[in-house]
């Protein structure tokens, strides 16, 4: 697929999604304007279910490249699916040569790269460590790092359903509303002498404060 018809392929699937997410889960995001335009930008963000690569996607105002387990691509629509959004493989145990030097290589083509450093959707719902293998990629970043918090998509659609829970623009509100907030861009070189313990925490607080945005911004049924 020639890179502009991926374009026009990205901004139709960004409008699709936008109505289904409004209508169908009441999504509110906030911190659009937080996002460098130009040049390369890597979004962290926590991994709440199987939604969020269209919840990341739909606020921020560019072409996102995600990084994705390898493993996703034994489907083979789904793996069709990744290609034509020129998403980015990695070994699904971390990171491997070759997909950290694709990640750099993207950045370094100006690129904005999305990433879900926990490796993997969260069991209960909370931000859990970042995987240490992407401190390798961390350490190499010269490129803005925008924190991403998502909330309301583990009620909406966890690990443990098989079918997504709703909460329409047209009834009453549920738990299941969905709210994206995008926070200020981080300068990498804040971690250029922290430690790897130290770069995945504060990176890992920076998405938890967002999260908490996300959650201030839901639309949910007021508890009684």
């Known amino acids: 697929?020639?890179?502009?018809?991926?374009?026009?392929?990205?901004?139709?699937?960004?409008?699709?999604?936008?109505?289904?997410?409004?209508?169908?889960?009441?999504?509110?995001?906030?911190?659009?304007?937080?996002?460098?335009?130009?040049?390369?930008?890597?979004?962290?963000?926590?991994?709440?279910?199987?939604?969020?690569?269209?919840?990341?996607?739909?606020?921020?105002?560019?072409?996102?490249?995600?990084?994705?387990?390898?493993?996703?691509?034994?489907?083979?629509?789904?793996?069709?699916?990744?290609?034509?959004?020129?998403?980015?493989?990695?070994?699904?145990?971390?990171?491997?040569?070759?997909?950290?030097?694709?990640?750099?290589?993207?950045?370094?083509?100006?690129?904005c790269v999305g990433m879900f450093p926990e490796g993997e959707?969260?069991?209960?719902?909370?931000?859990?460590?970042?995987?240490?293998?992407?401190?390798?990629l961390l350490k190499r970043v010269k490129a803005p790092i925008v924190p991403v918090g998502i909330a309301g998509a583990f009620a909406a659609l966890s690990r443990h359903q098989k079918l997504p829970r709703l909460s329409p623009i047209f009834l009453p509100p549920t738990d299941a509303a969905i709210a994206v907030s995008v926070g200020a861009p981080i300068d990498p070189a804040r971690y250029a002498k922290a430690s790897r313990e130290e770069m995945l925490e504060g990176l890992r607080e920076a998405v938890k404060a967002e999260v908490g945005r996300a959650e201030g911004l839901r639309r949910v049924r007021p508890r009684s």
């Open 1 to 111: 697929m020639p890179p502009w018809l991926m374009d026009r392929w990205w901004d139709l699937g960004k409008t699709t999604c936008f109505y289904a997410m409004t209508a169908l889960f009441r999504l509110r995001t906030t911190g659009t304007h937080h996002v460098p335009r130009t040049g390369p930008v890597l979004v962290l963000s926590n991994h709440q279910s199987f939604l969020d690569p269209i919840l990341v996607g739909l606020p921020i105002p560019r072409y996102v490249r995600f990084v994705h387990r390898q493993s996703l691509q034994k489907n083979r629509l789904l793996a069709g699916v990744m290609a034509s959004l020129r998403a980015i493989p990695i070994d699904h145990k971390g990171f491997s040569r070759e997909g950290l030097q694709a990640t750099l290589d993207s950045l370094a083509a100006g690129n």
């Open 121 to 136: 959707r969260t069991h209960d719902g909370t931000v859990q460590p970042f995987k240490p293998g992407i401190a390798l």
